[in-house]
């Protein structure tokens, strides 16, 4: 058996230290960036939107997580999120991975993960 994808990403403390990185690509990557300025102008926001994302990934890698907010679907309804965006996304995402020293089995789970997503998060 291998070792459950929670425990590939560290745990609770590699989570939150994966979710900080990749909010902070987001931030850094001028084809998404605009889209999270109203949380990098609200630190409460931010803490609120960094805790839900630690809560969804611990939870839906199999960590002890509770993920309590809104559907993905609820969430990008009305964003209108290009495909690009979505890749951009997922850019930096496996960026975060790799800085983190993540193998390449764990970087494909993610990978298809975030895919099984996509068709509730671009243009809806």
Known sequence: MSTPLYERLGSARGVSALVDRIV?????????????????????RMAQAKQHLRNFLGEGSGGPEKYEGRSMLEIHRGMN???GEYMAVLDDILK????????????????????????????V
């Open 24 to 44: 902070d690509a987001h931030l850094a990557n001028p084809e998404i960036n605009p889209r999270y300025q109203a949380l990098k102008e609200d630190p409460e």
């Open 81 to 83: 999120i290009s495909e």
């Open 96 to 123: 975060s991975l790799d800085a983190h020293g993540v193998d390449e089995e764990t970087r494909r789970d993610v990978l298809a993960i975030a895919y099984s997503l996509k068709d509730e998060i671009v243009r």
